[in-house]
């Protein structure tokens, strides 16, 4: 982006493309070694997250494009220096492929190593120029594609099954918490939606969810925090070395035995389609990846977020959302709600993309500059270097209140009391699966190929919470990376409790 002089008075401000004025960044690293670690410990301990960038973004006169520090920093971090955009206008440099360079940049600041991926870097970590990530990303593609008429009827299983758990749960002890049973049926779901074949929790047992959550800590341990007490020893186990990945070698290769046979006829079809595109080893760990990591770990972030701001809204919402739910697809019926069902129901769907806006669950997005280039933010722009680190914190973009009014509220029908034209003039800013929500995932860019199953899976559980339940309560602990809701009533819708008692379960 090129940048043009302007004559203000006694010297030559310097202007962006639209005419704002370039500033140097604000901000700075601090002193080497020390800063990042203090650093650190306000992040993940004395400030938070949220509270990290909203100090900084106060300290420097409400700047929002940032020079800081991102953990882990040393020893884990190569780098820890970023610059940080923090407002909605600012953050789309992090969409936009033509100006940053995703090589290696997927979790961050750090590299987790390749011996957890069977020693090939999978897709998500290319970067969208990169030959092998078309060639990759045109099977993920076509993968979601082919299944998406397996969303519906597996969601409804895995959702029949949590709630089943959850039921059980209630009568044996009062209170229960969703994200162990979703944690579980959410697993079955993804490989049974990708996939199809034997379930995990059959084909592998009962802790085939606990070997998958032990290879998703150990690429992203760097990232957790308040997961060990006391916070000292979790800052040197979890933040300081990475983890030895000899460790989880076993129940890694017991789900890679695994996926060599769910995904037989995918990795066989590839082959077909494009041979001698990808190797057959490389692809079927690229698979599992992409079930466990990025569906599987997404899946497990956003339901609890999404029963979370259900709870939170309370019997009104719940009413409403009854009332447009049974309307079009009775209490009473048994099969699974499908695609079309949740497609006629603006209310479900605004809650959904409100969720997504309010808490994306992948809250960080990182890219290298391509080249020198300016970065816009509402009243002020910046010269970032080739080469230097971008981070965006989408959390702070998608609340931004000069997009959204009431950006930092939960409005459930910010998206169904609207016009068509401003719907997607706000869903142009609901970016959660890396893109705009108006638009798709192509073999060039780097948007998440799941991102109408995604969509889907969150209006099934909306659709099928309020076929089967009037209302229900739940308490919540916010946690670094999802909110434990725990599930305290369950109110039957009367078509459904008729004959079980009265209701509650
Ligand atoms: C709630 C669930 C999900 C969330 C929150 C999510 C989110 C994301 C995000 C944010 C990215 C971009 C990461 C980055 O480069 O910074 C991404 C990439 C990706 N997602 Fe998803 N995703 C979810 C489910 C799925 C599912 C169901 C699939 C299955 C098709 C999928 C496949 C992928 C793949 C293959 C990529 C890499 C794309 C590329 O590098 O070009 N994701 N996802």
């Known amino acids: 982006m090129a940048s043009k002089l302007a004559n203000s008075g006694d010297e030559h401000q310097k202007l962006s493309p639209s005419g704002l004025p370039v500033r140097k960044i604000p901000g700075g690293y601090g002193v080497p070694f020390f800063s990042p670690l203090r650093d650190r410990l306000d992040y993940y301990y004395f400030q938070g997250v949220e509270e990290y960038f909203r100090s900084r973004i106060a300290r420097h006169g409400g700047a929002t494009v940032l020079r800081v520090n991102m953990p882990p920093g040393p020893f884990v971090s190569g780098d820890h220096r970023v610059v940080a955009v923090l407002d909605a206008r600012s953050f789309r440099v992090m969409l936009d492929d033509s100006r940053i360079d995703k090589s290696g940049t997927l979790d961050g600041t750090f590299m987790p190593s390749l011996a957890l991926f069977g020693d090939h870097l999978p897709l998500a970590f290319l970067d969208g120029a990169d030959p092998r990530h078309a060639s990759l990303k045109r099977v993920m593609i076509r993968l979601a594609a082919a299944r998406m008429h397996h969303v519906a009827p597996a969601f409804g299983a895995a959702f029949a099954a949590t709630f089943d758990g959850v039921e059980a749960g209630l009568a044996a002890s009062g209170a229960v918490e969703f994200n162990k049973h979703n944690m579980r049926h959410m697993l079955d779901f993804t490989c049974a939606a990708l996939f ?178 300016i970065i816009e933010s509402h009243d002020a722009a910046y010269e970032v270097k080739k080469g230097e680190m971008l981070c965006g914190y989408q959390p702070l973009a998608t609340r931004d209140e000069r997009v959204f009014q009431r950006g930092r509220e939960f409005v459930p029908d910010r998206f169904a009391a609207c016009s068509d034209d401003d719907r997607r003039r706000l869903l142009e800013h609901v970016v959660w699966s890396n893109g705009p929500e108006t638009g798709e995932a192509t073999e060039g860019n780097k948007q998440c190929p799941g991102k109408d199953a995604v969509v889907a899976v969150g209006r099934l559980m909306v659709a099928e919470l309020f076929r089967r339940y009037d209302t229900f309560a739940a308490s919540v602990e916010e946690t670094p990376l999802e909110p434990v809701v725990t599930i305290t009533s369950l109110t039957k819708a009367a078509a459904v409790s008729a004959g079980h008692g009265d209701g509650k379960a």
Do not use: C
């Open 196 to 373: 199809g074949g034997a379930l995990p929790s059959n084909a592998i047992g009962d802790d085939a969810t606990a070997k998958a959550f032990k290879w998703l800590v150990f690429q992203l341990h760097p990232l957790a925090s308040k997961a060990i007490k006391p916070w000292l020893l979790e800052d040197l186990l979890l933040h300081t070395f990475r983890l030895p990945p000899f460790l989880v070698r076993g129940d890694y290769a017991k789900l890679t035995a695994y996926f060599t046979n769910v995904a037989a006829g995918v990795l066989d079809d590839a082959e077909k389609a494009d041979p001698g595109s990808i190797p057959r080893d490389e692809l079927l760990h690229n698979l599992i990846f992409l079930a466990i990591f990025n569906a599987y770990g997404g899946y497990k972030i956003f339901l609890p977020h999404l029963v979370k701001w259900l709870a939170r809204a309370g019997p009104e919402l719940h009413g409403r959302l009854a009332d447009e739910v049974r309307a079009v697809v009775p209490t009473g019926s048994t099969s699974a709600v499908t695609l079309t069902a949740v497609e006629k129901m603006p209310l479900v769907k605004s809650v959904v993309w409100e969720t997504l806006r309010m808490n994306p669950p992948v809250e960080f997005q990182y890219g290298r500059a391509r080249e020198d280039t």
